[in-house]
């Protein structure tokens, strides 16, 4: 009885193969968040159950769409999300993160609201104070602006 062997394809001497980076092929999802505060709390939403990352606390915002400016893209969301207006302010962050599936580039304005906000998707809302924040779970992305707004907070 004999036993098959496969060939292994060769590369000529002195031709290597390309080499292809761990971001070659990893989706960049650009995202614009708020950073609301009133009366010294901060305005935090639950992720949904079936979302990347569901059960995480977030400051409220989303996705950009293709060819969406990072303000529009945040007024947007929070109106479908939150049922408000926003007027965006400075932008106090901007960072990258990298997860097992994607590389989420986020950027973080100072927002102020023009009423008051009403969840639309049945997601939970809190004001936090500052110094709360980090009793929160968050996601990893947010680390840099969870230290920086909780810096002087105690």
Not at 70 to 92: F, Q, Y
Not at 116 to 144: G, H, I
Request: aromatic letters at 4%; charged letters at 25%; glycine letters at 6%.
């Amino acid at each position: 009885m004999s036993v098959a062997q496969t060939e292994v394809p060769r590369v000529p001497d002195g031709e290597a193969l390309p080499l292809l980076s761990a971001d070659a092929e990893m989706t960049t999802i650009v995202v614009a968040a708020a950073v609301i505060e009133r009366g010294g709390r901060l305005l935090v939403t639950r992720r949904l159950k079936g979302t990347h990352l569901e059960g995480y606390w977030e400051f409220p915002g989303g996705k950009c769409d293709p060819g969406e400016s990072l303000a529009a893209c945040l007024r947007r969301e929070l109106h479908e999300e939150l049922a408000i207006d926003v007027v965006v302010g400075t932008e106090i962050l901007a960072t990258s993160h990298l997860y097992p599936d994607r590389r989420v580039e986020l950027h973080f304005f100072t927002c102020e609201l023009r009423g008051d906000p009403t969840p639309q998707l049945n997601q939970e809302m809190r004001w936090v104070p500052r110094e709360e924040l980090t009793s929160l779970k968050l996601p990893p992305a947010d680390d840099e602006l969870v230290a920086l707004l909780t810096r002087d907070a105690t």
